[in-house]
C-alpha cells in the first residue's frame, strides 16, 4: 500500500485548492522522511543568526508547507509536521 504525501500551504490554511499532493511512497517511513525534509529545508532557509525558536516556529506556521501523510504511521497517529517543526525549531535555535 503506498502512502501519498500531500501538501497545505500554512498561508493558505484551510484552503484545499490550494493542496497537492508531494508524491507516493512504498513505506510509511519513506513518506515521514520527505515530510521531515520538506519542513527541515523551510527551517533551514527562514533560519537567521540569533532567531528564537518561537520565531521560527512562527514563521513556519506563517509561510511554510505543512506535509502530511494520508494514513496514520506505525503505532495509528499521523505525522504532525507542526510538531515535529517545533522540536526542530528548538534545537537549531539552540545551537
Known sequence: MPFTVRIRENSHYMDE??????G?????????????????????G???????????????TTFGDDPSID???PDGRPFSAWDYARRRCAELCAR
Open 17 to 22: 485548492s490550494e493542496a497537492y499532493d508531494h
Open 46 to 60: 527562514a533560519k537567521t543568526p540569533g532567531m528564537s525558536a518561537d520565531d521560527l516556529f512562527r514563521s513556519y
Open 71 to 73: 494514513a496514520g504511521g
Open 24 to 44: 507516493s511512497f512504498a513505506t510509511y517511513a519513506e513518506a515521514e522522511a520527505a515530510c521531515r525534509r520538506i519542513v527541515d529545508d523551510y527551517l533551514a
